[in-house]
């Protein structure tokens, strides 16, 4: 039998992590988000900090820009082999045991590998760039620009390592906007079609 495995990809600032550590709780599974990074960094032998920013976004906020970048051609880039190691994590994660993995294209990795719910959480832009004040804490620059370059970045990364539209609803089972509907009752949606 395979394990159950919810997989949360979302916008900056929409609180897809929150939601995802919320629903697991109340599953009485584990959630994987910077546990994730731990266990890359230790296997791929790059920093957490370095992980936490290279194994989710490019540096480049077009995917064809991030094909050609230093390090690309001719051979694996360090962003290449991070992808390696997530990918081998993830799919250890799946065999081992029901969870919830936020980000780091989970859904896309773990493919029809596990009983997978594909969640994608987004909300207005507006929202989130106060979220990302309040909550976060973020004040370096403009929230709405972090909030669009995040995102871009995070586009382009998807795309690049899924050749898939990153946010698109037919790679998702299901898409919740948390800014109207709130992070708890996303959550509890989530755990009823668990």
């Not at 370095?50 to 991030?66: D, F, L, M, P």
Request: glycine letters at 10%; aromatic letters at 10%; one cysteine or more.
């Amino acid at each position: 039998m395979k394990n159950r495995i919810i997989t949360i990809s979302r916008e900056f600032g929409s609180g897809g992590r929150t939601v995802g550590k919320i629903a697991a709780q109340k599953l009485g599974v584990p959630c994987y988000d910077q546990e994730l990074i731990r266990e890359i960094a230790g296997q791929s032998g790059f920093t957490e900090d370095y992980v936490a920013e290279q194994s989710e976004c490019t540096r480049h906020g077009n995917w064809i820009a991030n094909a050609f970048s230093e390090g690309s051609l001719g051979g694996f880039s360090n962003q290449d082999y991070l992808w390696i190691v997530q990918r081998k994590v993830i799919l250890k994660l799946a065999q081992e045991e029901s969870c919830v993995i936020v980000g780091r294209c989970a859904d896309y990795i773990l493919g029809e590998e596990a009983d997978c719910l594909r969640v994608f959480i987004h909300a207005d832009p507006a929202k989130r760039a106060e979220r990302i004040v309040k909550v976060y804490g973020e004040t370096g620059e403009l929230p709405e620009k972090r909030v669009r370059d995040k995102d871009r970045r995070r586009a382009a990364y998807y795309q690049f390592y899924t050749d898939m539209k990153w946010g698109e609803a037919r790679n998702y089972h299901i898409a919740l906007d948390s800014g109207a509907l709130g992070i708890e009752k996303c959550a509890e949606l989530i755990t009823s079609l668990y």
